[in-house]
């Protein structure tokens, strides 16, 4: 039994008083609830055994006189399936939402919405672009529903709920003004299922991407949420095990695919179509059908013993491009945790059964302590990033690590390498000398290939592991993505020359022309037919400027023939849209006619071709302000900035692969680098560096040298101490295997030394050089401690030192250790 909606309750006083209140605070009859708009359930009967129902969204292109065919083809399809009702997840018009447009949209649909069948959210588009109640009304009037309602369906089996999310947005903890009233009607709806409309999906792959200022409407209560906005089709499950069905391949055009959001089941940017859900009491079935009616992919959701839906079963499907997109770029660059401070930004901890610790005080800072592994061999931290921060890979990371151990040894990340497809892959390790024990310290380990894909156990991204079960304590972890060194820092067209890496592009809603003013090329955008503002879209050629984020500036060059305003729309990472403001620039009366110029503040730009047309930004003149460009610039803040990046990039090239060249390389960078403070701290980390080649020079000459006499003895042993006194002065965690190498090259010289004191001398043989007998007793020494030691060298050394200078020798080298 199909239950209608009330008609023509938009124009009730009820409903006035809902679009005079701004069309999204509403609720109904029912204090506190959003507004019912269809008869209440009928307690004499049960609900339905089966309902079909269809979702459509971003489909109203014919609005716009675009192409109407795959609206059409899709409203074919959706009526084949003989719906019971049809819901929708916004933008059923373009481009403004006018009268003419909402009656040239909705042709295909108009006998459903006469018969009371189609229940519509309202998108960007349907409100004009904003959120004034005078835009929404030509839809709302026509539909015959409020902005925000509930609609009953299959007599309590179903309710759509639609808190009109488009103008009801909320960060953090706090919540829009339509929540209360959209969690009273969550909680107090008796339906079997309940399903919520949003038009900006909260996590999406596609163009528009991720809108995590809808949050709120992951809500207890909710069983499944749909969305459009992003016009393609898509599954997601996210980590609070909330799905998301994304439908908006409607008809009005495809948007492409970006880097895959957390949770993604299912993507396609390809085909044009609808979701068609058939539901009964005990579950609930989405098929994303595809022109002219494959089933290209379903799930199924039913309900755990707390009235919890879950995914219970979806079709197999194979990512045919599993990296649509390019280079993959972070919503986040940097995630932590500190223990100490009691804060965690993107980056949790969990105990896992090989990986239990403890929160304790060590040395008067709060921090994990590692307990023993019982599974045995290393003490673990299973870490997890968020993936709404930053998700896939593969990306360069520093990883920097606080911490603290009572004991002598080592750890190392393990973490998801793309080279190596190992979930486990082991970073360069970190060495705890005798001299770092019981002191916090702090460690940097680059990863250059890590993937945060949740391989690891638990679902973590990677792990600490503490090998020997070292009893290690952790206070702060953090993960920083190395951005890539742009090739240039600064774009710029001017229409007297030719452009340096920054055009403007052509667009329905953007058109421009270019004129001669004062003498002098320039570009006059035109008016924009679709909407009140028009635009300028520009592009960043990639192969100068690519992903971010950068601090970075543009000077524009501009004038108008009247007084007015405008704006630049940019990619923001700090906000994630990507139409993000800058500050208005005003002109006055006594600026008409006159050239311009302004440098406008573009924090944390990302350019990464999300805007109309593939732009990156656009210049936005109010009421189709005739702006005239003459020229525009963009340049990355502080050039020295990117030069101590190259700088700090060269000199940890140089500590991961020690060599003349690399050391060349970071001289070379730092010597671009004007600040002083930070200069001294690059040329300390290279010294190090220096140090370390030099020393393994020293070490290789030894190894290849074949010691046959006396004088290549003595040059052996001269490298020998050198390298000895080289390593000494390493910090314990950069010496490596130095000194085991030392004490190999120690060995090679002392049997040198034995072979060469045991050949018969022609003659009385000279003294023994005082480097030579110290050498033979610190090996002896090592070889067989102070037991005998007198003997033992004496028998060596017989031919060419008498008994008590081995003696005085022996005596001033224990003295010395």
Known sequence: MLVKRKLGITLTSVAALILSAGLSTAAGAV???????????????????????AVIGDYGGCGADRTCAEEYQVADMVHSWNPEAILTTG???????????????????????????????????DYGNGCSPESVRPSLDYFKVPAAFVAGLGNGLLDFVNPDANCQTATGSSKPPIYDAYRNTLTNSSAAWKVVGGHQPIYSSGKAGNNLDRSWLMTPGVDLILAGHDHHAEHIETADGYNIAISGNGGAGLTPLFGVAPGSKFRDATHFGAMRLTVTPDSLKAEYLSLPGTVDYYFLLKKDAQGRAYLAERSDWVDPDPGPGGSPIPNRYTVSFDVAADKADGLTYKNYEDAPFVTTEVDGRRALELQKNPFGGANQLYMFVDDAAISGGPYPVKATISYRSPVTGSFAVQYDSQQSGSAYQRSTAVTIGAGQANQWQTATVDIPDIRFTNRQNGGADLRLNAVANLPLAISAVRIDVVPPAPPVTRVSMDFSAEPDGLTWIPYESGPAHEIVVDGRRALQIDRNTFNSGNNLYLAVDDRYLTGGPYDATATIEYRSPVAGSFVLHYDSAATGSAYHSTTRVSITAAMVNTWQTVTLDLPQVMFRNRQNGNADMRIVGANNLPLIIGSMSV????????????AQDAVAAAEANPSAETITAAETAIAKVTEPTQVAALNQRLAVVKLLVQARDLLDRIAATELDNADQIDSAVTDLAEATAIVDQLPADRQGDLPEQVGAAKRGIADALARFFAKPAEGKPGPIKGPWLDLVISDTYDRFGETDLHDRVLSIVRSYATGWQVTIAIDDFLASR
């Open 31 to 53: 204090a506190g609830e959003l507004q019912r708009i269809t008869p209440p359930v009928d307690a004499n009967h049960p609900p339905q055994d089966r309902l079909v129902l």
């Open 635 to 646: 340049q990355l803040a502080d050039n020295q900035a990117q030069l101590l990046k190259a």
């Open 91 to 125: 933008d059923n018009t373009y481009q403004q939402g006018l009268p003419e447009e909402v009656v040239k949209a909705q042709a295909p649909y108009k006998a459903d919405i006469d018969a009371g069948k189609l229940f519509p959210i309202m998108g960007n588009h």
